[in-house]
């Protein structure tokens, strides 16, 4: 399974660091991607991951603002997020995926999703 923490309120132009953590698989075997949905609006992609960490993907709204890695040690990944803006304000979920394809941010192409850690951006 993965387990997301670290959301919150913060106000715009704040920083968090949310985490995921995986357990009972080979967490060193997945590609990790984050995904959000804000009320209302479909779930987007957010950062992406490679397996060994060799490959990153940030979409344009966060490139810049948002920090993706991992651990695999501790099994593991971060993002942190930085100079956030209330657009930025949605459910931020962890997913895992086998599949390596190049499309990061295809939600069916991912089998483990975690329940997913709350962020609000508001002053």
């Known amino acids: 399974q993965l387990v997301e923490s670290g959301g919150g309120l913060v106000q715009p132009g704040g920083s968090l660091r949310l985490s995921c953590e995986g357990s009972?698989?080979?967490?060193?075997?997945?590609?990790i991607a984050w995904f959000r949905q804000a009320p209302g609006k479909e779930r987007e992609g957010v950062a992406y991951i490679s397996s060994f960490g060799d490959l990153e993907d940030y979409t344009d709204a966060v490139k810049g603002r948002f920090t993706i890695s991992r651990d695999n040690a501790k099994n593991t990944v971060a993002l942190q997020t930085n100079s956030l803006k209330p657009e930025d304000t949605a459910i931020y979920s962890c997913?895992?995926?086998?599949?390596?394809?190049?499309?990061?941010?295809?939600?069916?192409?991912?089998?483990?999703w975690g329940q997913g850690t709350k962020v609000t951006v508001s002053s």
């Open positions: 009972g698989f080979s967490f060193d075997a997945y590609d």
């Open positions: 997913a895992g995926t086998l599949l390596g394809g190049s499309n990061y941010y295809e939600p069916n192409d991912y089998s483990l």
